[in-house]
């Protein structure tokens, strides 16, 4: 959506543009700008991809086994006479 915004502007209009960030930032500010901003493109490019390859990197995990249920008798102590 972005590129046919991007290929729509014709040469005075990126002059245009490149004035007002210097005009905005500064001349000595400008390298640390575009550093930034390469930075987030990077951060948003690797996001991006990893938001698309998660769905293929996560597998369907087993449900842990329930807890086993303890059993209708209870253990007799040994000094109890035997039932029965």
Do not use: C, N, Y
């Amino acid at each position: 959506m972005m590129v046919p915004m991007l290929a729509m502007l014709s040469d005075w209009h990126v002059i245009v543009l490149f004035l007002l960030v210097v005009l905005l930032f500064g001349g000595k500010k400008l390298p640390e700008v575009a550093r930034g901003l390469g930075e987030a493109m990077k951060e948003f490019k690797k996001a991006s991809r990893d938001l698309h390859d998660e769905p293929q990197q996560t597998a369907v995990k087993p449900a842990p086994p329930s807890p086993a249920q303890p059993t209708a008798s209870a253990p007799q102590h040994p000094s109890e006479p035997k039932q029965g």
